[in-house]
């Protein structure tokens, strides 16, 4: 019995003061998503397993949750949420030739190695622009990033933004098999520059090349890394991402994010379908990253429309328990009474809660135990953010607290 009141490894309940903020941020940024023209998309929580499958280059098949349903089919819960917006709008906006900006906010379900420590049921909420391929595209999604990160009183995060075709134009030159690209990709994702160093220093490359990966994927830094790159190589892959990269940072100098944008030449994501800009965002109180994205121009293409698009995700759990350990206040402005009453008030009781509920006031009514004492309900309200007690008491007159 005692096992049934734990929760399985990777999953938490969240309640309380915790459960509102994090409701408080969701709706903060879900404000701030349909200003920028954004509309809302629900797409199930599970779907057949092709959706995700590897030629989608979403999630490895060993982290998905597969059940079957009745007529034999493989169903997984949805580890990542691109995917099904990919297929929903293949489905039904086929003939749209203008761009389509949906948001959301779901649940992702990761079957991680329990001994990561990370949570295997994540809230995201995210948008994905359709349609528009240009770097104007990239560049507002990414400041839409930053700024619901602002909104929600995050003050010291980065942006750390890289391409797909960097990764790619180094695979070419080095001459890199499939085996030896995922094994390098590895390397490079979880920042394991040692590794990669003895990794290439294993193959028959030329020294040139060697030095050139050995430079790039360790190089972060500001914008001047970009025309420092742009120099060391011929790749027209790699060149024609150093282009993207600078038009993109130059629209976010229009926006005023400097300040919030690194580059990550050796940045890399475990979702193959990127195909473009690629970035995470980083903030003290957490290893992981509170929000990935970037462009990918193929996967829709793959459920038969042939468009392209560009998205974000921000880790809402992430979020909120890097902004706790910072102290950052999230001030849930939700005013909050107690209307206790004595049996012989029952009818006060109610007629008060009815006109403050109308006043957008939210209203706990209690009947007064009678070993219970003042204090004791006092506290209690106190416990639930509550700042004001109406009385009624057993001579039916109107008591009030402030606290």
Do not use: W
């Amino acid at each position: 019995m005692k096992m049934l009141l734990h929760t399985p490894e990777g999953v938490r309940d969240i309640y309380n003061k915790e459960c509102e903020q994090k409701l408080y941020l969701e709706e903060q940024i879900h404000k701030l998503l349909k200003l920028y023209g954004y509309s809302d998309i629900q797409t199930p929580t599970f779907e057949f397993f092709d959706v995700f499958s590897k030629d989608k280059g979403s999630t490895p098949s060993k982290n998905m949750y597969k059940f079957f349903d009745r007529e034999g089919n493989t169903l997984v819960l949805r580890p990542d949420v691109t995917p099904s917006i990919a297929r929903a709008v293949a489905k039904y906006f086929t003939n749209e030739d203008m761009p389509i900006r949906f948001c959301y906010t779901g649940n992702t379900f990761v079957n991680n190695a329990e001994h990561q420590g990370k949570l295997k049921e994540v809230t995201q909420i995210g948008a994905e622009l359709i349609g528009d391929n240009r770097s104007d595209a990239d560049a507002e999604t990414i400041a839409l990033v930053i700024n619901a990160l602002l909104k929600c009183g995050l003050k010291e995060f980065q942006i750390e933004i890289g391409h797909a075709g960097i990764f790619d134009g180094l695979i070419e030159s080095a001459g890199f098999n499939e085996d030896e690209s995922e094994e390098f990709k590895e390397l490079l994702d979880n920042k394991n520059f040692f590794g990669v160093e003895e990794f290439i220093n294993g193959k028959n490359i030329e020294s040139a090349i060697k030095k050139l990966i050995l430079k790039l994927c360790s190089y972060t830094g500001s914008i001047d890394i970009i025309k420092e790159a742009k120099d060391m190589t011929s790749n027209k892959i790699m060149n024609k991402a150093f282009e993207r990269l600078e038009k993109v940072y130059e629209v976010l100098t229009y926006y005023g994010y400097e300040r919030y944008v690194s580059f990550d030449l050796g940045n890399v994501s475990n979702h193959e379908y990127y195909t473009g800009i690629i970035f995470k965002g980083y903030t003290y109180g957490t290893g992981e990253a509170i929000v990935t994205g970037g462009r990918y121009d193929n996967l829709i293409k793959l459920f038969g429309m042939d468009t392209q698009a560009m998205g974000f995700a921000i880790n809402l759990d992430q979020l909120l328990i890097s902004m706790n350990r910072q102290n950052l206040n999230i001030e849930v402005h939700i005013e909050k009474q107690l209307v206790l009453y004595e049996e012989n008030c029952k009818q006060d009781a109610v007629e008060e809660a009815n006109i403050l509920r109308s006043q957008d006031i939210a209203v706990t009514t209690i009947r007064r135990y009678p070993k219970r004492s003042l204090e004791d309900y006092k506290q209690f309200a106190l416990n639930n953010n509550m700042r004001k007690i109406v009385y009624f008491n057993k001579k039916q007159e109107k008591e009030e607290y402030i606290l």
